[in-house]
């Protein structure tokens, strides 16, 4: 498993937006090549799936953040995003980058093998 880590995370008043970043702890590690999501957790709540990406560029997301949240990645930044708009206090959650899925664009926590540590969003007026 290789070790990732996100930034990204912060405060933000409801309707605002914020932008995650996921990046591997080593350089080798080709994003591209893997399977790869973000999930979230919030307090005393199950870890969910938010977006998925898969290795041919098709998408997969939560309905509860579809038209709202947007996962990309840059090849050549190596850098996986998460692209969150129109955003809801409901959205608060420590949000964590994950890959290396046995299945396309799974947004089930079982389905990878490397996690990072987190990044905590806050949605508060």
């Known amino acids: 498993a290789v070790q990732l880590v996100e930034s990204g995370g912060g405060v933000v008043q409801p309707g605002g937006s914020l932008r995650l970043s996921c990046a591997a702890s080593?350089?080798?590690?080709?994003?591209?090549?893997?399977?790869m999501a973000w999930f979230r957790q919030a307090p005393r709540k199950e870890r969910e799936g938010v977006a998925a990406?898969?290795?041919?560029?098709?998408?997969n997301y939560a309905d509860s953040v579809k038209g709202r949240f947007t996962v990309s990645l840059d090849n050549a930044k190596n850098t996986l995003y998460l692209q969150m708009n129109s955003l809801k206090p409901e959205d608060t959650a420590m949000y964590y980058c994950?890959?290396?899925?046995?299945?396309?664009?799974?947004?089930?926590?079982?389905?990878?093998?490397?996690w990072g540590q987190g990044t905590q969003v806050t949605v508060s007026s």
């Open positions: 994950a890959a290396d899925s046995v299945v396309s664009a799974s947004l089930r926590v079982w389905h990878y093998n490397s």
């Open positions: 080593v350089y080798t590690y080709t994003f591209s090549r893997h399977r």
């Open positions: 990406i898969d290795t041919d560029g098709s998408t």
